[in-house]
């Protein structure tokens, strides 16, 4: 029988169908996994069995600096071939088997363990001006690439990645979500209409402190794989869902554009739209579209992306994927289906379709509180927020969406 | 003198229960194949002379002619052709060169048909281009890696980055180099209409712009080529881009010449030179031996052109094109125009043209690559040529990587050229490759213009139909998007080179 969590890089695109959600307290309040699991479960027919995954931000405080691995092996050489990397390149300060309840719904688990860890200053020096961000990154790169049965599938800080074969609500329960508590949870179920589903497969996708789940089809992901090429990202996965996060990475975190800039090149406003714009942000939304063409997403989509400070959410410019806003206090909401959203949250102060193209983001309002001095040095080394209301955005098609900034 | 052993090419039949004897197909041939005798008031023909055009045949009233390829019927060869037998007779004759004209026409030259082209089904919806938006603005010119912004304002962000100059195409079509001289003043300004009427660029050609044309400046890249010819501070000012043209799909590696018989009045003027005397483009520039010269021609332009201007450097498509087009990158040529062995000319030796260089398909391809590899791939826009018969090759190309096209003969052919190749006999009798006054007016520049407009115009329509069908609406993510292309009938290192996947991968 063919081992589910065996590498399996598609040789093809991957084609996928799916539901996303996902939940945050902008004051940082931690909430256990039980809510996302029921929101993601609501969306059941959205998912056919081949993936499940969540991505839980501020789940490590005691280990709050620390790049948490979260690494799936197939077997035990495996482990020992990724420790002997590990233990080269970085300072473990601990490591454990990830906790998992066992389920008869959840087949042919890998290997599960994680690592908290800091690059070696030795190991440092062989960079130029690359930071210990980068270095993980390369490191994450290395294992994935090089040991056989070896899958880091989670490197941020603060946060980490559980993913797997089976329905969403099953993987939940599996990795024993309902005893994290994180301020931001996204989730996904997956439907790929292409392969068969191996573990690191499925959503979220994740690098550094970024998590992506995403619905939908690339089509040009052809284009923004080449794109990356160019600034020496390796797409290996040949999942769009990785081009995306590493776009992010690459517009937000290496060219500091705001997320509403990031989004905007991705998801540009038709010229005519744009032409609409008053004259200062036409320029701006001009330039963003002439220069980057490559990061420019085209096809059906709707995605959520996670990072220490928030959660953005949006979708393709002509909106062919489905993506509901809600908002109650200090929780905002993102998921395919409105259902989902009910479910968790009982009277919304507002809900909304989010307008193709149009960002809906979520922000840590005091991230000193709540993730602490060094992560927030290192959340505004990594990406830029504007102040509320500096952003206009071009006019889209569609219901206008609700300020949420 | 003893009879030719060249025989005819084609046979001219008329029909004689159909022929009134008009003698409109005598007034139409400039090759005076037809001739009319009065006394048995018989119109009669000398088929040695055609060269298959077609003008008589169309324009004949009573379709009383048909013009047939005749091939001469020597002994079956498939390696001593018929062809190859009189170039060898006709060079026996003369000692001359042999002379070709328009693209290489040999059996095996285009790969684009082995190509084919995506569409979506389910996972992914096609989309109506008649019911949705469907984007082909192009933009050509050196894009920075990121866009930088100032967020010291109130009103939110502004821009720091400073765009360099861009030409903007409402459609990634243009029209190719075909210099006045080589085409006549009515072909040349229906190009140039079209180009302004559709919102993109037709390309003067090495011969300089007269100064009739000025008005379509904004609508013409003027190529600035060995020769020189018309080259100077007015000619750089009115136009929207300047290309330095190093070389041609169909001749790489030699110059060009422009007979004097040819240098009229008015081509004298445009091209700076006097009346009747030979125009001749040397093979290389006589300033450019090296890339660091080349670099300077490339400022010396900006520099002339205060950096308002695009500056494009045309090369053919020769074995190491991909690193030769990485050291024009980097010598700040904001567009790189790639002119593959299929591309056109109004006069090449023939040898040349079907022999060196190679299919753009490769030449674009291993561009892209390399430009990538490198990083520098938004430094430059690059622009393909050389042989595009249709909207479809179009889409391959720019899938393939390019960011826009250049097409001349297809141009040529909207205005009505029959292919026939014989551009350089000067003789050409739809007006467009002549300079003889009682020929050109045979080309209105108004319906040149709006036959020019529609072939763009259908084109454009099949573009965003294929575009469409992939579930894309913006060019941007059909340039270099290779997922959507899959090969037939090529071997593994074709398809490795060409960067596709083979069909059913």
Known sequence: MRLLHRKQFPTSKDISGCAISGMMSETGTPMSGEAIIRSIANMHDRSNGLGGGFAAYGIYPEMRDRYALHVMYDAMDDKQETERIISRWCTVYGDETIPTRPSALVRHRPILHRYFVNIKPEVMERFC??????????????????????????????????????FPEDIGEFYRLDEYQAYIWTSHGRFPTNTTGWWGGAHPF????????????????????????????KCTLHTDTEVIAYLFDLLVRKHRLPFEAACMAMA??????????????????????????????????????????????????????????????????????????????????????????????????????????????????????????????????GRAAASVQ | ??????????????????????????????????????????????????????????????????????????????NWTSDVIQNIYRQAETGGVLLSAMGNDTAKVSWWDNILLNASQVTNPSIDPLREPMELTTFLGAKPNAVELNFDDQGGPSLATKLAPQLVLSTPIMFSAMSYGAISYNAFESLARAAGQYGTFANSGEGGLHKDFWPHGPNMIVQVASGRFGVDIDYLKVAAA???????????????????????????????????????????HHDIYSIEDLRQLIYSLKEATRYQKPISVKIAAVHNVAAIASGIVRAGADIVAIDGYKGGTGAAPTMIRNNVGIPIEFALAAVDDRLRQEGIRNQASV????????????????????????????ALVALGCHLCQKCYTGKCNWGIA????????????????????????????????????????????????????????????????????????
């Open chain 1, 206 to 233: 994740s690098l550094l402190d970024w998590s992506v789940v995403h619905n939908g089809e690339i089509s040009s992901y052809g284009i923004n794989k080449r794109y990356l090429d160019n600034f020496g990202y």
């Open chain 2, 1 to 78: 003198m003893s009879k030719r052993l060249v025989q005819a090419e084609f046979n001219v039949e008329r029909d004689p229960e159909r022929c009134i004897q008009c003698q409109v197909c005598v007034r139409q041939c400039s090759n005076q194949v037809h001739a009319y005798d009065a006394e048995s008031d018989q119109v009669t023909c000398d088929e040695a002379s055609c060269v298959g055009c077609q003008r008589c045949a169309t324009l004949c009233p009573t379709n009383a002619l048909t013009i047939k390829k005749a091939p001469p019927e020597f002994a079956p060869d498939n």
């Open chain 1, 129 to 166: 001006d690359e930071t210990e961000d980068d270095a993980i990154v390369d490191l994450v790169m290395t294992i994935n690439a090089d040991v056989q049965g070896g899958f880091v599938f989670s490197s941020g800080k603060n946060m980490g990645v559980f993913k797997g074969v089976g």
């Open chain 2, 383 to 410: 622009v393909a040529c050389g042989g595009f018969r249709s909207s479809a090759d179009v889409v391959k190309a720019i899938a393939l990587g390019a960011d826009a096209v250049y097409i001349g003969t297809a």
């Open chain 1, 268 to 397: 540009p406003p038709f010229w005519p739209q744009l032409e609409r714009l008053p004259e200062v942000r036409r320029e701006l939304a001009r330039t963003l579209r002439i220069v980057y063409g490559g990061a420019l997403l085209n096809g059906p989509f709707s995605v959520l992306v996670g990072h220490a400070g928030g959660m953005v959410g949006f979708n393709d410019r002509t909106k062919l994927r489905p993506m509901v806003g809600a908002r109650k206090g200090d929780m905002v909401y993102m998921a395919s289906e409105e259902g989902a959203i009910r479910e968790v949250c009982n009277d919304p102060e507002v809900v909304w379709h989010a307008a193709g193209g149009v960002p809906i983001m979520a922000h840590l309002k005091e991230p000193e509180k709540v993730i602490g001095p060094e992560a927030t040095a290192r959340l505004k080394a990594h990406s830029c927020r504007l102040p509320a209301g500096a952003w206009q955005e071009a006019p889209r098609a």
């Open chain 2, 242 to 284: 300047v290309e330095i043209k190093i070389g041609q799909g169909a001749k790489p590696g030699i110059g060009g010449h422009l007979p004097g018989e040819k240098v009229d009045e008015r081509i004298s003027q445009t091209r700076m030179i006097p009346v009747g005397s030979d125009a001749i483009s040397p093979a290389p």
């Open chain 2, 434 to 505: 002549t300079q003889d006054p009682y020929l050109t007016r045979r080309l209105n520049p108004e319906i040149g213009a709006r036959r020019l407009v529609n072939l763009l115009r259908g084109w454009s329509h099949e573009i965003k139909e294929m575009m469409g069908g992939m579930g894309i609406n913006a060019i941007e993510s059909l340039r270099g998007n290779r997922e959507h292309l899959r090969g037939v009938g090529l071997s593994d290192r074709e398809l490795s080179i060409l960067g596709i996947k083979a069909a059913g991968e």
